[in-house]
């Protein structure tokens, strides 16, 4: 059995992202590795406006008109995009699921560029019909922050997480 097989799926859904960077917070303050740490959500509408990207290595830092939007989980979590998809629109992803995008969006159709996300989150065991809901969450507007690790880092991570009061909160490839 391999390091991969073994690893399970923490996915919280929160309704803001101030929510999921409290949520983020919490994760670090319990020790858990912010590598294993992605961040995902749509709705970026803020009175704050953004004057560029900068890529320094597996780091992006989004600058705003009066400050960091997300400052602290851009210096925080480990790889940063920005992706524009049909049927979900435009997307920023912090943390492994970007890669995980990234690859199901490798070779795709153009068609099938909707569902990137859903392949990314089915790559890494998410049952089908968790992904749906996923989905129907981030077309919402609402924030999914997940950990990936051993069941362990699982545990460590759902005890963590569950006193930020997340809509949902679900463990997946116990």
Same mark, same amino acid.
Do not use: C
């Given at each position: 059995?391999?390091?991969?097989?073994?690893?399970?799926?923490?996915?919280?859904?929160?309704?803001?992202?101030?929510?999921?960077?409290?949520?983020?917070?919490?994760?670090?303050? @319990?020790?858990?590795?912010?590598?294993?740490? @992605?961040?995902?959500?749509?709705?970026?509408?803020?009175?704050?406006?953004?004057?560029?990207?900068?890529?320094?290595?597996?780091?992006?830092?989004?600058?705003?008109?009066?400050?960091?939007?997300?400052?602290?989980?851009?210096?925080?979590?480990?790889?940063?995009?920005?992706?524009?998809?049909?049927?979900?629109?435009?997307?920023?992803?912090?943390?492994?699921?970007?890669?995980?995008?990234?690859?199901?969006?490798?070779?795709?159709?153009?068609?099938?560029?909707?569902?990137?996300?859903?392949?990314?989150?089915? @790559?890494?065991?998410?049952?089908?019909?968790?992904?749906?809901?996923?989905?129907?969450?981030?077309?919402?507007?609402?924030?999914?922050?997940?950990?990936?690790?051993?069941?362990?880092?699982?545990?460590?991570?759902?005890?963590?997480?569950?006193?930020?009061?997340? @809509?949902?909160?679900?463990?997946?490839?116990?």
């Amino acid at each position: 059995m391999t390091t991969e097989s073994k690893e399970q799926t923490v996915v919280a859904v929160y309704p803001s992202h101030t929510l999921a960077e409290d949520a983020v917070k919490a994760l670090q303050l @319990s020790g858990v590795d912010m590598k294993r740490l @992605s961040i995902v959500g749509k709705d970026f509408h803020t009175e704050e406006h953004a004057v560029g990207f900068i890529n320094a290595g597996d780091r992006m830092q989004f600058w705003a008109g009066r400050g960091a939007v997300w400052g602290g989980l851009w210096g925080t979590l480990f790889g940063s995009a920005f992706f524009l998809l049909p049927a979900i629109g435009p997307l920023l992803v912090m943390g492994p699921l970007v890669g995980w995008i990234a690859g199901a969006l490798e070779g795709a159709a153009i068609g099938a560029a909707a569902g990137a996300l859903g392949a990314a989150l089915t @790559s890494v065991g998410i049952p089908e019909d968790s992904v749906v809901k996923y989905e129907l969450e981030v077309k919402a507007g609402r924030f999914l922050v997940l950990a990936r690790g051993d069941a362990a880092l699982i545990e460590r991570a759902r005890a963590a997480l569950a006193p930020t009061h997340p @809509s949902m909160l679900t463990a997946h490839g116990a």
